[in-house]
């Protein structure tokens, strides 16, 4: 379970295990301790920085729990949905996550639903409380995105880049993780610098799912193959035709958002 990920240009060489202790001689790994860092990095932001905004710290804890339960629920379904030979033969493999197999877009819908019930059942703002939590969810991913570079796993094509990154001593290869963690990284300082200017609840929000699937669109079609759960096969992949859609919907959103503010402050003067 140990990789030798190195980036030869810029010097560097990491010998990584993947588990990085054990408890009761169960493996404990670094995939789920960055994970785990992620959510609570985010969590905390998100915390201390909603009630300035108008959410209780008390709905975000909520929100966070309910969240991380259906978002990993829902990883895992849209990971198995479109790779069921994953589940070799056994529907009770559902279960074990542990062994990898989750979709981020999967995680990333099973939130907003859960979210979306949690608003309505407290009679809470859904596009006021989306706009405080986002940020969170880049956190999340900016962090997560290193458990892909500890497990040594979803990289792009051979490169010859200053970023080549190499595995094992084979070929250096498009470091994906570290992409997709700077673009999010990016469009967390966007949103930091800019959102106490929206005109209207929804605006971060949708300018977030933009922002992502922008980055997405691009970045999927850089990985392996054995790294794309295809729509259709060897052509699109799943992922890419969401973040088309997500892109789709949020400039639609946008647009509708700054049009109804205008007329709206319009109709104040």
């Given at each position: 379970?140990?990789?030798?990920?190195?980036?030869?240009?810029?010097?560097?060489?990491?010998?990584?295990n993947r588990v990085a202790f054990y408890i009761f001689?169960?493996?404990?790994?670094?995939?789920?301790?960055?994970?785990?860092?992620?959510?609570?990095?985010?969590?905390?932001?998100?915390?201390?920085?909603?009630?300035?905004?108008?959410?209780?710290?008390?709905?975000?804890?909520?929100?966070?729990?309910?969240?991380?339960?259906?978002?990993?629920?829902?990883?895992?379904?849209?990971?198995?949905?479109?790779?069921?030979?994953?589940?070799?033969?056994?529907?009770?493999?559902?279960?074990?996550?542990?062994?990898?197999?989750?979709?981020?877009?999967?995680?990333?819908?099973?939130?907003?639903?859960?979210?979306?019930?949690?608003?309505?059942?407290?009679?809470?703002?859904?596009?006021?409380?989306?706009?405080?939590?986002?940020?969170?969810?880049l956190i999340g991913q900016a962090v997560g995105r290193?458990?892909?570079?500890v497990n040594a796993e979803v990289y792009g094509g051979?490169?010859?880049?200053?970023?080549?990154?190499?595995?094992?001593?084979?070929?250096?290869?498009?470091?994906?993780?570290?992409?997709?963690?700077?673009?999010?990284?990016?469009?967390?300082?966007?949103?930091?610098?800019?959102?106490?200017?929206?005109?209207?609840?929804?605006?971060?929000?949708?300018?977030?799912?933009?922002?992502?699937?922008?980055?997405?669109?691009?970045?999927?079609?850089?990985?392996?193959?054995?790294?794309?759960?295809?729509?259709?096969?060897?052509?699109?992949?799943?992922?890419?035709?969401?973040?088309?859609?997500?892109?789709?919907?949020?400039?639609?959103?946008?647009?509708?958002?700054?049009?109804?503010?205008?007329?709206?402050?319009?109709?104040?003067?």
């Amino acid at each position: 379970m140990t990789n030798i990920i190195g980036f030869p240009k810029l010097g560097l060489e990491f010998n990584i295990n993947r588990v990085a202790f054990y408890i009761f001689s169960k493996p404990i790994y670094w995939y789920a301790l960055i994970i785990l860092a992620g959510f609570i990095l985010a969590l905390v932001f998100v915390s201390l920085t909603c009630k300035k905004r108008g959410v209780n710290p008390d709905n975000v804890f909520d929100i966070a729990f309910y969240g991380l339960i259906s978002g990993i629920i829902c990883a895992r379904i849209y990971y198995v949905i479109f790779d069921p030979d994953c589940l070799e033969g056994n529907f009770l493999n559902i279960v074990k996550i542990w062994e990898g197999g989750l979709a981020i877009y999967g995680g990333i819908i099973g939130a907003v639903i859960s979210t979306i019930i949690y608003c309505k059942a407290k009679k809470l703002s859904i596009l006021k409380t989306f706009d405080v939590c986002c940020p969170g969810l880049l956190i999340g991913q900016a962090v997560g995105r290193f458990g892909n570079f500890v497990n040594a796993e979803v990289y792009g094509g051979e490169t010859d880049s200053i970023v080549g990154m190499t595995i094992n001593g084979n070929p250096p290869v498009h470091p994906l993780f570290l992409y997709e963690s700077l673009w999010n990284i990016a469009g967390l300082i966007i949103i930091l610098i800019f959102r106490d200017k929206k005109r209207a609840d929804g605006q971060v929000f949708f300018f977030y799912t933009l922002w992502y699937g922008i980055g997405r669109l691009f970045l999927e079609g850089m990985r392996e193959s054995q790294y794309i759960l295809y729509m259709i096969d060897g052509v699109l992949g799943i992922s890419q035709f969401v973040s088309a859609i997500c892109i789709i919907v949020s400039v639609i959103a946008l647009i509708y958002l700054s049009k109804r503010s205008k007329e709206t402050s319009n109709g104040l003067k």
